[in-house]
């Protein structure tokens, strides 16, 4: 009997062990997640806004507008893989297809009525909880968010040399202000701003081009939201909404 609940207990340990050992490593992930920055690529070049997002400096493409016309005619798959593609596509089609011919057949659940939940009042303390939390996430959102790798090259023209001139001027007069307020409330990292006065309306010489990186740790974000949300259920703001 002794040896048994020996084996037992070895067993049992054995188990708590692995669980602790997944847990860690789930902390771990989860902080280098944290402390992972995710970043996005934002070009704009050709009248065509591109948008590529990932993390640790390596973007994949996202967003795209306005979108690639599509082929006139799909093109088939070609080799192994491209066969593989394409029969998991129509397995994934067929077997949405027979969910929602099964959901379809179903009679549908009378739903219980529940008595209407009354919510809490919208008072003075509660709206000044709400304007603080935001305000906390906000500072936690500018704080972390960084404008990198920033390119900007514009031609600034006109129906005339006269017209493209005088745009050029006030471009300037408020283009640096607005630049000075921006820095003020973010990370700004310039490697090219030129806004050229391009006379060549008909054939413009300069190609307009804007493009940065925008990067972030959502450890900071995360830890602002939880306070916030920390702060809300103790004062009871989320018993207005749920």
């Known amino acids: 009997m002794g040896m048994v609940l020996s084996a037992v207990g070895a067993c049992l340990l054995f188990i708590l062990k692995a669980v602790g050992i997944l847990l860690l ?3 771990v992930l989860a902080a280098l997640l944290l402390l992972c920055p995710f970043c996005a690529d934002v070009c704009w070049q050709n009248d065509t806004l591109t948008v590529k997002a990932g993390a640790l400096g390596i973007t994949f493409p996202v967003f795209q507008y306005p979108k690639p016309e599509p082929p006139a005619q799909p093109e088939e798959p070609k080799g192994f893989t491209g066969r593989l593609k394409a029969k998991f596509r129509a397995w994934r089609a ?3 297809h027979k969910k929602a011919e099964k ?5 549908a659940k009378p739903k219980a009525e529940k008595p209407p939940r009354k919510k809490a009042k919208l008072t003075l303390d509660v709206i000044c909880t709400m304007l603080r939390g935001a305000g906390t996430l906000l500072r936690a959102v500018f704080g972390t968010i960084r404008f990198t790798k920033i390119s900007v090259c514009l031609g600034v023209r006109g129906d005339d040399p006269a017209a493209a001139a005088r745009n050029y001027g006030k471009l300037q007069a408020w283009l640096y202000p607005t630049l000075g307020v921006l820095d003020h409330c973010f990370f700004l990292e310039f490697d090219q701003l030129r806004v050229l006065p391009d006379f060549g309306s008909a054939q413009p010489t300069v190609q307009d081009r804007v ?6 740790q959502a450890l900071f974000i995360v830890i602002a939201a939880v306070r916030v949300l920390y ?6 703001v989320l018993d207005i909404f749920i």
């Not at 959901?103 to 009679?107: E, L």
């Not at 493009?211 to 972030?216: D, E, W």
């Open 103 to 107: 959901k379809a057949a179903q009679p």
């Open 231 to 236: 702060e809300f259920w103790r004062k009871k």
């Open 211 to 216: 493009s940065f990186r925008v990067s972030a």
């Open 25 to 27: 490593i789930l902390l």
């Open 94 to 96: 067929e077997r949405k």
